[in-house]
């Protein structure tokens, strides 16, 4: 082959420079990236990206329509345990915090002093009996001796009187000996109710007297407990309603987070007038209590259940938006865009929240991603975590699991966005 002449070697070193600049300016001017959509699953169909949102679906099902206040828990009876005699407090019977049933006996007093006093009443009524009954026979004799006229009617008459005077006598004995066996059972303490003890206020040894102000110990009932509570004015009708309709309306008692449920029981009665100071009115549940999670002065958070709204439209209430046009909520169409829907609200049980009209049950309503949206713009549905739901079997798109909508349009969209990139590598060719 024959040598290059010098001549040609500029000419051909000028060429592969302008090749090489002009495949440059192609490259980084004018070729166009393909579209990485598969690794990107906030895109719409058309391949605009799409705000992530998270929807749930509306759901029909009942709604227990709930009051809810603050309650103190209240022990059925309290009773404060005090000696009714005077005397040294000899020994106690009981444990601190013990259950203790009605008539189980709790502590004794010196009985000595009553025992005595007893043995002396008994002891001047059965002298009083004697009299009497000699008085008796005495008048038996006087009734002959007046029917023969030995004695005048005046004798007569004494006697009879004397006779009244020792029966007299005799039932005044009778009582004293009845109050003074009385003074001698006081002496035995016994519990008055059935219910739990507290701290004694008062140890062995010391001299007990009915006048003492904290007593020996307190009883408090706590199977059944009550809980009182006040519900506003106007609620009244919704309680009332209900309960002389003969209805038993259920009361639940939760802790301070409303995290636990404590105890389960019904209204037992409302109070007679309204409190002019607050505008409220008084309730009553009872609880049986067994478990005793409830315990005397206690608050409770209480929820009255009134009515159930049966097949009742039902969301989150975070789903729900206020602004100058009312309430209203986002929903997600089949062409998986957002779009506004004026709600008419009804009841409100905690977290969920019941529609009265404008919106049916199984529509994807959104509750998360809803201060990115407006009107008619597109979505794509995520899961709880935030990233795109999986593909369901049989096929069908991610947005299937997630919203349970536009799983097969999700495909279509998928298979677009292949083209497109198919046409990328033909033009990059």
Request: proline letters at 6%; one cysteine or more.
């Amino acid at each position: 082959m024959a040598p290059t002449s010098p001549a040609k070697r500029p000419w051909i070193l000028y060429t592969v420079t302008l090749l090489l600049f002009g495949g440059a300016v192609w490259y980084f001017g004018f070729r166009t990236e393909p579209p990485k959509s598969n690794g990107n699953p906030f895109r719409s169909r058309s391949g605009k990206q799409a705000t992530p949102v998270r929807a749930l679906p509306a759901e029909k099902t009942s709604l227990p329509v709930h009051l809810r206040a603050i309650g103190t828990v209240t022990a059925h009876n309290t009773v404060t345990v005090r000696s009714r005699v005077e005397g040294p407090l000899l020994r106690l019977l009981f444990t601190e915090g013990q259950m203790v049933k009605e008539g189980e006996l709790l502590a004794e007093v010196d009985p000595v002093p009553y025992q005595i006093r007893l043995a002396q009443m008994e002891a001047r009524e059965r002298q009083n009996t004697a009299q009497l009954q000699t008085a008796r026979a005495d008048l038996e004799r006087f009734r002959l001796l007046h029917a023969q006229t030995l004695l005048t009617q005046q004798q007569l008459e004494a006697q009879q009187a004397l006779v009244a005077e020792r029966e007299a006598l005799l039932a005044a004995d009778r009582s004293q000996v009845d109050d003074a066996r009385r003074q001698l059972a006081y002496t035995r303490i016994e519990a008055p109710i059935a219910g739990r003890l507290g701290l004694r206020q008062m140890d062995p040894g010391n001299l007990i007297r009915p006048g003492d102000a904290g007593g020996l110990v307190v009883i408090t009932q706590t199977r059944p407990i009550s809980v009182v509570f006040t519900v506003p004015e106007v609620d009244l009708q919704k309680v009332l309603e209900p309960l002389r309709a003969g209805r038993a309306l259920p009361v639940e008692a939760w802790d301070r987070t409303e995290n636990v449920i404590l105890a389960a029981g019904e209204l037992r009665t409302v109070d007679n007038q309204i409190d002019l100071a607050t505008g409220t009115l008084r309730l009553k549940a009872e609880f049986p209590n067994n478990d005793e999670k409830l315990f005397p002065n206690q608050f409770v958070n209480v929820r009255l259940r009134v009515r159930t709204l049966v097949d009742a439209v039902v969301i989150p209430a975070a789903c729900v938006q206020y602004g100058s046009r009312g309430t209203y909520v986002y929903i997600v169409n089949a062409e998986n865009q957002a779009k506004v829907r004026d709600v008419v609200l009804g009841p409100v049980d905690g977290e969920r929240q019941s529609i009265a009209s404008g919106l049916t049950a199984g529509e994807q309503v959104v509750l998360e991603g809803i201060d990115r949206l407006r009107d008619g713009r597109a979505v794509t549905l995520v899961g709880a975590d935030g990233t795109a739901p999986p593909a369901m079997p049989g096929g069908k798109g991610g947005e299937k699991g997630a919203g349970g909508k536009g799983g097969g349009k999700g495909d279509k969209s998928e298979k677009g966005e292949k083209g497109e990139k198919g046409r990328g590598k033909k033009k990059e060719q």
